[in-house]
């Protein structure tokens, strides 16, 4: 094996693959990358069995054919330290040992055989369909902060995905909850779509978010029972799926919350993170004291001091309620119009979050108690 690469395409390529290398690893191979030189192109492959990652670098000068197992992490290290644009050539000294060249410099890599490499072979072919890039990233967005990071319920650590119609138009709809919060957000389809539900993993999340920033095309997506493609010009991600129901979710969202706050979504951020930031906990509730047209935001922490801060907003009635900061934070984040709407009932009811501007999402958030 003997190749050229362009220093930025395999710097990117390998900074994708650290996000799906596990950091410590009990099989040494599962801290390889797969290498293959072929076919013109060079096609670079990362697992932690659970997902797979692989991407195409086209823009590559073939010498010899081949394939070898690197360690990602030390090869990332050493790429990204050369110089930006430098050509870097790379070539199997031996079985066992990967050389890389590039201006003044010479490395020796341990390698392991590309036959103990890991890699699947399913057919992936039926049920796709495509998704607007972009389109995809929000709906990721929208819901991501609110996947749950108890393992002890693993439905709920990640996203739940499903098709679901009102009168005539279809949906491709996220939901997300940790059980303290809960976002919804859905997606316009063209047309019914062949697409059973799942629940995609919270580090797939991450991982196809990184993707899809520096993305601006279709998504094709393929789904088996038990895995997920999603491939994105240059590049493929394989999933398994998190094996278990997630709950009905519809039920959870508030039916009766009458009490309508309206704010300036800016200045409604600004003063929440503000008033928060007197805590070293930002757990720590945000009470809210509402009376008619004045939000007075306030925090107490017996460590660190306290806080208040007063807003105009439009508000019909007198209600007393305490949110977790970080929460009302995350959600207020994703907003993108200049306004933010929060339907109470009462103190110890839930609080429906809508954007005006994006009537394709919701956001429940529990209140805290005391």
């Known amino acids: ?57 086209n823009n590559v000068e073939i010498l010899e054919d081949g394939k070898t197992t690197t360690t990602s992490s030390i090869m990332y290290d050493i790429i990204r330290k050369f110089s930006s644009g430098k050509k870097i050539n790379l070539s199997l000294s031996s079985e066992s040992k990967l050389q890389l060249e590039s201006e003044k410099s010479t490395f020796h890599l341990n390698c392991i055989n590309a036959s103990e490499f890991p890699l699947t072979d399913e057919n992936f072919s039926q049920n796709e369909f495509s998704i607007q890039s972009k389109q995809l990233l929000k709906l990721l967005n929208k819901c991501k902060f609110s996947v749950s990071n108890d393992e002890t319920r693993h439905y709920l650590s990640g996203i739940f995905f499903h098709q ?23 997606l316009r389809l063209n047309e019914k779509i062949d697409f059973d539900p799942i629940i995609l993993p919270k580090k797939t999340i ?10 601006d095309g279709d998504v094709k997506i393929s789904n088996i029972k038990s895995k997920i493609k999603f491939e994105l010009n240059n590049s493929i991600l394989i999933s398994k799926l998190i094996d278990g129901k997630f709950p009905n979710y519809v039920q959870v969202i508030p039916k009766n919350n009458k009490k309508k706050l309206e704010a300036d979504l800016k200045l409604f951020l600004d003063s929440v993170d503000r008033v928060a930031s007197v805590s070293f906990d930002k757990k720590d509730g945000v009470k809210f004291n509402l009376t008619k047209d004045i939000l007075n935001l306030s925090v107490n922490n017996a460590n660190s001091g306290d806080g208040n801060e007063s807003l105009n907003v439009k508000f019909d009635h007198d209600l007393d309620i305490s949110f977790n900061s970080k929460y009302l934070i995350d959600v207020a984040s994703q907003l993108s119009g200049d306004k933010i709407e929060i339907f109470f009932n009462d103190t110890g009811s839930p609080a429906l979050i809508k954007d005006p501007s994006d009537f394709d999402s919701i956001y429940v958030i529990m209140p805290m108690k005391g």
């Open 164 to 186: 679901t119609q009102i009168e005539d138009k279809v949906f491709l709809t996220a939901a997300a909850t940790d059980s303290h919060r809960m976002s919804i957000s859905k």
């Open 1 to 57: 094996m003997k190749f050229n690469v362009n220093q930025q395409d395999l710097q990117k390529s390998l900074n994708y693959c650290q996000g799906v290398i596990e950091k410590r690893s009990t099989l040494p191979i599962l801290s390889n990358i797969l290498l293959n030189a072929g076919n013109s192109k060079l096609t670079i492959t990362a697992t932690d069995l659970d997902l797979i990652f692989i991407h195409e670098i």
């Open 206 to 215: 991450f991982q196809l978010c990184s993707l899809l920033e520096d993305y």
